[in-house]
C-alpha cells in the first residue's frame, strides 16, 4: 500500500540555520512526489514537484529537495530559513499511474526571529 | 486567474445533523479532490472526480458521506448525518494534466460537530 512518512512533526529553527526535513514514502513503482507548505491563514500551495530526470529539483522560495530512489527519500532542505519560512509542510506522493495523492502528517517549522 | 471556491468557511452542527459543502474549482480544470484534513494529520482524500466521473472514492465512508460534480464543474460533498469524529478541515482542490497534476487548493471548510 501507498504511504508517506514525514518524521520531524515540529521542528524550530533560528533564522540563517539549515533545514532540512524529512520524507519517506512507499510505493511500488513509479512516482511523483510533491512537498506543499501551508503558511499561517493560507492555503496549501505547491513548493516544489518531481516528476522524472534531475532528482534535485529546486522550487520557490529558495527550497530544493532531492529524489534518491534507492532510499525511497525526498528531503527538502533551504540552506538558510527565515522568520516567513514558518509554516507547515506536507510531502505528497503520487503513483505515476494512480489517481491516489498520499499526503504526509505534516510537518509544523517555526523560525524564530 | 481566480482560486478554488469553497463555502461555508466554518460550520458547527450537533451530530446526527446532516452539512453540505460546496466548492468550484478553477475554469478549466478537469480534476477536482475532496479531502479530509483531522487536526494534526494531513490531507486524506475522500474522492476524485475527473470531469463528472468518480475516479476514486475508496476512502469515502460511504454509509454517510456522499458527493457529486454535476455538469463536471461545481461540487458538493455532503454528511448525514454526522458524527463528532467528522469534526475537521474539508478541503477542495482541483488539477489538470497539463499543471502535471499540480493541485490548487481552496481555503477549506472547518467543520465542528459537537
Known amino acids: 500500500a501507498q504511504s508517506v512518512s514525514q518524521h520531524n512533526h515540529h521542528v524550530i529553527l533560528s533564522e540563517a540555520a539549515s533545514l532540512e526535513l524529512g520524507c519517506n514514502y512507499s510505493?511500488?513503482?513509479?512516482?511523483?512526489l510533491f512537498w506543499y507548505v501551508q503558511y499561517p491563514g493560507q492555503h496549501l500551495q505547491l513548493l516544489l514537484k518531481?516528476?522524472?530526470?534531475?532528482?534535485l529539483v529546486k522550487g520557490i522560495k529558495g527550497f530544493e529537495a532531492e529524489f534518491i530512489k534507492s532510499k525511497f527519500s525526498f528531503n527538502l532542505r533551504k540552506p538558510s530559513v527565515q522568520w516567513s519560512d514558518t509554516a507547515e509542510y506536507f510531502c505528497?506522493?503520487?503513483?505515476?499511474?494512480?489517481?491516489?495523492?498520499?499526503f504526509g502528517t505534516g510537518t509544523r517549522l517555526k523560525v524564530l526571529a | 486567474e481566480a482560486g478554488v471556491a469553497q463555502s461555508p468557511r466554518y460550520k458547527i452542527i450537533e451530530k446526527r445533523q446532516s452539512v453540505a459543502f460546496w466548492c468550484n474549482p478553477i475554469?478549466?480544470?478537469?480534476?477536482l479532490y475532496w479531502y479530509q484534513q483531522i487536526l494534526g494529520q494531513g490531507p486524506k482524500l475522500l474522492i476524485q472526480?475527473?470531469?463528472?466521473?468518480?475516479?476514486?472514492d475508496s476512502q469515502l465512508p460511504k454509509d454517510r458521506f456522499s458527493a457529486e460534480r454535476l455538469k463536471g464543474v461545481d461540487s458538493t460533498l455532503k454528511i448525514q448525518p454526522a458524527k463528532l469524529e467528522d469534526s475537521a478541515v474539508y478541503l477542495c482542490?482541483?488539477?489538470?494534466?497539463?499543471?502535471?497534476?499540480?493541485?490548487?487548493f481552496g481555503p477549506g471548510t472547518r467543520l465542528t460537530v459537537t
Open positions: 482542490a482541483s488539477s489538470t494534466p497539463q499543471g502535471r497534476y499540480e493541485q490548487y
Open positions: 510505493y511500488g513503482g513509479t512516482v511523483n
Open positions: 518531481y516528476f522524472s530526470g534531475d532528482p
Open positions: 505528497a506522493v503520487r503513483g505515476s499511474g494512480t489517481y491516489k495523492y498520499i
Open positions: 475554469s478549466g480544470h478537469a480534476t
Open positions: 472526480f475527473q470531469n463528472n466521473g468518480v475516479v476514486d
